[in-house]
């Protein structure tokens, strides 16, 4: 018996190095190339598998083998170990994660340095205004490649937020940004650390090199309900009120709220009278917009689950429109009595506000997207409008033909409901993928100009938001790029 079981297995070794796939794609055999299995090495066959060949080293094109993971570094295979059997397991997550990590610290590393590489061949400001003189350029054409320069040498800087109570900034965390119509405000979410979330403005009058000083602003409301969606509404004046969608929790339903900028303390201008807190029984609202629209005075609009409100503030009036999905993103046109909806079928519609209660069949303009629509912006002319989905695609439309004219590519979304920000005056376009990146293409031509990793560790959780102006701080402000990540803001300026 000991005899005939050691020749069948002294067969089947020499069956596996006469047939070398089998030896290349056998997880529990080493496979260098001529060497035999020890029965010392057996116990470590768990541990690691060298590498098929020595023409794989250094490349990501080794075969994947079930349950194990090949370093090109190392020129080996390691084995997946599942994360409940180890306190430190090498898991496919954890590899991924860690690779991330290495590509985020590199590009930091060359963030830092003070001479930055330019994302287009031959472009600096000597050939640009030489083509300028030479006539090669018109005004309109220089002043946007003069942005897109000035982009590309953007440097990180880190702001000094001031306020009444330190303790809070150093455990409250970001979650939004976004500034109001001139710039010279901030109005920011934080997640409080015990639960829930906390509103707050920041001046950025205090915005200038190089002390870079802002003050957050006390603020007197505080809600453990989730925010869905923010903007600033014009009801007194410009950017005088907050409209908030917020989740609703056990019995207590959601609804939309004016939160009005006077509540925070000196954040209203001189002479402005406390304002008056509204509140709107909306359940479910997953979008909002105010209207800036003549037609719609005083109104704003929520995205629900296959509905669409107007509400008009002052008489409490509302209009219903029907749809047939989740409306994620919304906005208002202002020259046309438009109000264009993404929804989560990947449809775009626009309806007509001045009919009441329109069905299905009544949609002014359809376009469509593969997956959800997250994020909405119509350009200054209203001919073109940008929207970006859960499959990472950014779509330029006209909404002359309804066809897609132009894609921005190297965006990253699954799942997340996440802004884009377009400046027509910049000619830039941002956004902030989940991978915590900030991307900024060229709105013109879809050239990606620049992408900036986040300070701090990449984290689905920890997704950076971005706010960018060519005047933060007012009329006469600072050009550049906002970014709050965790607890802290950083000034990205360019001159």
Not at 144 to 162: F, G, P, Y
Not at 338 to 366: H, M, P, T, V
Request: charged share 20%; hydrophobic share 35%; net charge positive.
């Amino acid at each position: 018996m000991h005899k005939s079981g050691w020749k069948s297995r002294r067969h089947g070794r020499r069956s596996q190095r006469q047939n070398p796939r089998l030896r290349q794609h056998s997880p529990n055999e080493r496979c260098n190339s001529g060497a035999e299995q020890s029965p010392q090495d057996s116990d470590h066959d768990d541990e690691e598998v060298p590498s098929t060949s020595s023409s794989s080293a250094g490349s990501s094109s080794a075969p994947d083998l079930p349950g194990y993971y090949f370093d090109p570094e190392k020129n080996r295979y390691f084995r997946l170990l599942p994360g409940h059997n180890n306190c430190n397991p090498l898991t496919r997550e954890g590899i991924e994660q860690k690779a991330m990590e290495l590509k985020r610290l590199q590009l930091l590393e060359e963030e830092d340095r003070p001479t930055k590489k330019i994302t287009r061949m031959g472009f600096n400001a000597t050939s640009l205004l030489q083509k300028s003189k030479l006539g090669f350029l018109n005004a309109t054409s220089y002043c946007r490649l003069a942005h897109e320069l000035r982009v590309s040498c953007m440097q990180r800087k880190k702001v000094q937020i001031h306020s009444s109570d330190p303790s809070a900034l150093a455990s409250d965390r970001f979650n939004l940004i976004m500034a109001d119509t001139n710039s010279d405000r901030l109005f920011t979410v934080n997640d409080v650390k015990v639960g829930g979330s906390k509103y707050g403005i920041i001046s950025l009058r205090g915005l200038k090199p190089p002390t870079l000083r802002v003050h957050m602003h006390e603020n007197l409301y505080f809600t453990n309900r989730k925010v869905n969606s923010v903007c600033w509404a014009s009801l007194n004046h410009q950017d005088s009120h907050i409209l908030l969608c917020l989740m609703g929790i056990a019995e207590t339903p959601g609804c939309a709220t004016l939160l009005p900028a006077s509540l925070f303390v000196n954040s209203h201008p001189a002479g402005d009278r406390p304002g008056m807190l509204c509140s709107f029984r909306i359940p479910g609202a997953w979008s909002c917009a105010w209207s800036s629209n003549i037609q719609a005075n005083n109104c704003f609009s929520t995205g629900l689950s296959r509905w669409v409100l107007v509400t008009n503030v002052v008489t409490g009036h509302r209009l219903s429109f029907g749809t047939s999905s989740d409306v994620l993103a919304q906005q208002f046109a202002v020259m046309t009595p438009l109000l264009f909806n993404g929804c989560r079928s990947g449809e775009i519609f626009a309806i007509d506000i001045r009919c009441r209660n329109q069905s299905n069949n009544s949609k002014a303009i359809s376009l469509f997207h593969d997956k959800s629509v997250t994020s909405m912006k119509i350009l200054q002319e209203e001919q073109c409008l940008v929207a970006s989905d859960m499959a990472g695609k950014i779509k330029l439309w006209d909404l002359r033909t309804t066809k897609c004219v132009t894609q921005y590519e190297g965006h990253v979304n699954e799942y997340a409901r996440l802004p884009l920000h377009v400046h027509e005056e910049e000619g830039i376009l941002v956004a902030v993928g989940q991978d915590c990146y900030t991307r900024i293409w060229s709105l013109r031509d879809a050239h990606l100009l620049r992408t900036i990793p986040s300070p701090h560790p990449t984290s689905r959780t920890n997704i950076p938001s971005v706010a960018f102006s060519s005047r933060f701080g007012g009329v006469r402000g600072a050009p550049g790029l906002l970014m709050a990540v965790q607890q802290d803001l950083y000034y990205f300026p360019y001159s």
